[in-house]
């Protein structure tokens, strides 16, 4: 029997530690010898670093607009990187694409995605990338 990857979205409130979450999740996957990649967009501190307000950070690669996380992905493993898990923070600011190409790692290519966002905005307008995750 094999299993197949998931795509698990985790959202909350703000300063409900979902980036915190993040880090720990992408902790216990390396702690075990697994290897992925964490994408992040707009965090706190700045492009490309997923950070929490614990003061815990991690390099990321910053999600912009043009950037195909299909392909990304794709690539890394073409070229032999061993990619085990993917982390997605800040997922509710991902397009609507943005979330297809997570489905197509999913789907496509085996591995398990891990996304983390707020879900709806103060007036409980769903944020586009939140509102594809749940769809």
């Keep these: 029997m094999s299993l197949m990857a998931e795509l698990i979205y985790y959202c909350g409130t703000m300063d409900a530690g979902k980036s915190t979450l993040a880090l720990q999740t992408a902790h216990n996957h390396e702690s075990r010898g697994r290897t992925g990649i964490i994408f992040t967009s707009n965090d706190r501190a700045g492009a ?3 950070s929490s307000r614990l003061g815990l ?3 990321a690669v910053e999600v912009s607009v043009d950037l195909n996380l299909h392909s990304h992905v794709r690539e890394l493993v073409s070229n032999g990187v061993r990619v085990e ?3 997605c ?3 509710q600011f991902y397009s609507p694409e943005h ?3 997570l489905a197509q ?3 496509g290519l085996g591995i398990d995605v891990y996304a983390f966002g707020i879900l709806a905005d103060f007036r409980t307008k ?3 990338g939140s509102a594809r995750l749940v769809e």
């Design 126 to 128: 769903l944020f586009p």
């Design 99 to 101: 979330i297809e190409q």
């Design 89 to 91: 923070d800040e997922a």
């Design 57 to 59: 950070q991690k390099p």
């Design 48 to 50: 490309g670093i997923l």
């Design 85 to 87: 898990f993917v982390i």
């Design 105 to 107: 790692i999913v789907d």
